[in-house]
């Protein structure tokens, strides 16, 4: 008797099959393993495999993740040894793509050992570590089809490359200083011009550095002058800069860390992890509460401290302020050449950006802000089975794209606010890029889009050919993003959708809304904030007051004289705003009734600060403040009506928080017992304040949020995939919705 295993999820490319070769060596099982389209098929001679199936769990390389392994009888075929079987070629759509990851322990051994051929080497890598998603120009995946093409191996390369029982078999972007590609700064290359860059570093200079999905500015993060520099030239006011520690123990020094934000800052994954701030770094994070940490994601990062660099340095994004990260080199020299003092240049080519990812640890676990590098593109949810792809275009901010093959929702990286034409550049070719990845056209599937008649991605989604169109409305789309994360396509729930802007189904514009209805039957909407005239649209996003002025006079309350004159003078716009129900909106009305009275210089600061006025209050003596609920609309008059006198303005903070906790926990049990739903959702990007998701917790159980994909629009594009397929003909419904 013989045994064959189909076993899916990420298992190509990333050293499984020598791995399944070593452990059927180990316990002396003949047989072969092969990639197939669907993953890897392994035929054992044996049918006692329980200790061979053990230690593949057990043992698993650190790249790969199973997702099922399905064990069958099978006839003997009288193998006499164990073998790797060439892969049938041409690819399979369901094949994972494994995200970037971080240099594993034996590569930055050898990377430190003066008598290994990789001594500080800075494209060292194997097959449980390196680039991938940024390196991509294909699939199948094999070094044809990646940026590491133009370098063909040298003979010591080519053999770590072709046997089974090194760590390197089959490892795509393998180099080594005789083959591969180097770094450069000025006429200096590899470690010269490495440590050139960390001498530059030290004296205070800003130089662009290439990472694994673009270009970073570093700086010296201790050095006032150099960051003070960094945010002039950048044109960057207040937005918290990115730190690159050196290890976890300067990590340690900088932020306080839980065991789970230590765990996630040390992950292959390498994210920016949002922490309480133990260091004072004003010019780094003018609010100072928090600070966005990360460790060394690629050689070059860990040679750079191994050469003195300062060991906590500023790492943003290379680009000018809200334009996409640079990856070219060209364009690099070109468009950072007067933010940056030095460039230092890394020969492999970015096949395509891949900025650094943000994650926290909320009251309700990991809570991503943006999903980038290390994640993209991982598997974000799982779906039933449909006969045609999804593509879901996402919306204009934080925007990402989704894609949907044969059950598994692929989201791509970050792209980022699509109102610049750069952006929107990028955006299209996310979406042609995902596609081309999978082997799929447009018109092979139904394509997703906001309802938004006036946004870009709703323009771009109606100019692509597709099997058919969905409009998807926002706040149905971040609800959705849930359920779909949780595999939950027939529960009904009770969504708490708390956002800044999107376009309603009446054509007003949402943000405080509260949907009752299961992915499969769709949304209604049961109830919202109360709403307010958004006085000059998008004006009123960036001037605070301008906001609370729309929500004083709906409420006929006074303008406060404090508030900055072109507020005021907002009013005379009255007669032209729109009402909105946004949630977002009122954080900023209230941030500005507490004294944020000036322009916002980067989204969500209003509302930030005002989380972080709130947790300077000494809690246990705050009285929450009132809202009223008449079973639809939630009324925030009598709220603002206390912060137009309060005399403490962290105190009215918190009260605000905690007296809208209050009021949003009992809307929800009095809609729950109405219409006899239980479980509660909460998405949209206000959920990432932390206090308010923590005091609404205190009060109700088993909330369930996002946790893959961002609670922000980053996560809206998952949502618009999971009411595409609901809308599809997947699902039998009883009722027909015409928009999701
Ligand atoms: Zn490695
Ligand atoms: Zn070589
Ligand atoms: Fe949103």
Request: hydrophobic share 45%; proline share 7%.
């Amino acid at each position: 008797m013989a045994a064959r295993l189909r076993i899916r999820g990420v298992v190509q490319g990333v050293g499984f099959r020598p791995f399944v070769y070593r452990l059927a060596l180990r316990h002396g099982l003949t047989g072969w393993v092969q990639n197939d389209p669907g993953g890897v098929t392994v035929h054992l001679e044996s049918d006692s495999i329980d200790a061979f199936l053990r230690d593949l769990h057990a043992e698993l390389p650190p790249a790969a993740a199973l997702e099922a392994v399905e064990v069958s009888e099978s006839v003997s075929e009288g193998y006499p040894d164990f073998q790797i079987i060439a892969s049938e070629q041409g690819g399979s759509r369901v094949t994972r793509i494994s995200p970037d990851l971080a240099p594993c322990p034996d590569c930055l051994r050898e990377m430190r050992d003066p008598t290994d051929p990789r001594y500080r080497y800075p494209y060292i890598n194997c097959t449980n570590c390196g680039p991938r998603y940024s390196i991509i120009l294909g699939l199948p995946y094999d070094r044809a089809k990646t940026t590491m093409r133009d370098w063909p191996l040298c003979a010591a390369c080519a053999a770590e490359y072709a046997d089974p029982l090194n760590r390197r078999y089959h490892a795509q972007p393998v180099a080594c200083p005789e083959c591969g590609p180097t770094y450069m700064l000025g006429p200096g290359r590899g470690w010269q011009a490495i440590e050139e860059t960390a001498r530059l570093l030290m004296a205070g200079n800003i130089v662009a550095v290439k990472a694994i999905g673009g270009y970073h500015l570093m700086c010296d993060a201790r050095n006032d002058a150099a960051v003070g520099a960094l945010r002039e030239r950048k044109f960057r006011k207040d937005k918290p800069f990115a730190l690159l520690a050196r290890n976890a123990q300067v990590a340690e020094q900088t932020v306080y860390l839980s065991q789970a934000e230590r765990e996630l800052l040390l992950s292959a994954a390498r994210p920016i992890v949002l922490a309480s701030a133990r260091l004072n770094l004003p010019l780094v994070a003018p609010l100072g509460t928090h600070l966005g940490v990360m460790l060394p994601s690629s050689p070059l990062q860990e040679l750079l401290f191994d050469a003195a660099a300062p060991d906590l340095l500023v790492a943003t994004s290379g680009n000018r302020s809200s334009e996409p990260m640079v990856t070219d080199d060209a364009a690099a020299l070109a468009s950072l050449s007067g933010l940056a003092d030095a460039f230092l240049v890394g020969e492999r080519p970015i096949a395509r950006r891949v900025d650094d990812s943000v994650v926290a640890v909320g009251p309700l676990g990991l809570s991503t802000v943006r999903r980038a590098r290390g994640y993209a593109p991982a598997v974000t949810a799982a779906f039933p089975p449909s006969s045609t792809p999804l593509l879901a275009v996402g919306p204009d901010l934080k925007n990402t794209v989704t894609l949907v093959v044969e059950g598994q929702a692929v989201t791509g990286s970050y792209v980022g606010d699509l109102e610049h034409l750069d952006c929107r550049k990028a955006h299209a070719q996310a979406i042609d890029d995902l596609l081309a990845l999978y082997g799929l056209t447009s018109a092979n599937c139904v394509v997703a889009h906001d309802l938004h008649p006036g946004y870009a991605s709703t323009q771009l989604a109606l100019s692509l050919p597709a099997a058919r169109h969905i409009g998807v409305q926002h706040h149905h789309a971040h609800l959705a993003s849930v359920l779909a994360e949780h595999g939950q396509w027939d529960r009904r729930v009770l969504g708490l959708i708390l956002d800044g802007t999107g376009y309603g189904t009446d054509g007003s514009i949402w943000g405080g809304e509260f949907l009752v209805g299961s992915l499969e039957k769709g949304f209604e909407r049961v109830g919202h904030l109360r709403p307010a005239p958004l006085i000059g649209g998008d004006a009123a996003a960036r001037l605070p007051a301008q906001a609370a002025v729309g929500f004083l006079l709906e409420a006929g309350l006074e303008l406060p004289a404090h508030f900055p004159a072109q507020a005021r003078q907002a009013a005379g716009l009255l007669a032209r705003a729109i009402p909105t129900t946004s949630a977002g909106r009122l954080f900023d009305a209230a941030a500005a009734l507490l004294g944020f009275t000036h322009p916002q210089t980067y989204e969500g600061q209003a509302a930030t600060w005002l989380e972080a006025q709130a947790r300077q209050a000494r809690a246990a003596h705050v009285q929450p403040l009132s809202f009223g609920w008449d079973g639809q609309t939630l009324d925030w008059q009598p709220a603002l009506t206390a912060l137009l006198t309060h005399s403490d303005a962290p105190a009215a903070a918190y009260a605000f928080h905690a007296g809208l906790a209050q009021a949003l926990a009992q809307a929800a049990e009095d809609i729950g017992q109405r219409l006899g739903v239980s479980g509660v959702v909460l998405s949209g990007g206000v959920w990432q304040n932390q206090l308010l998701t923590e005091l609404l917790a205190a009060r109700l159980p088993r909330l369930l949020t996002n946790h893959a994909v961002p609670v922000n629009d980053g996560g809206v594009s998952l949502g618009q995939a999971a009411l595409a397929w609901a809308s599809s003909g997947a699902v039998k419904s009883d009722t027909d919705p015409q928009v999701f």
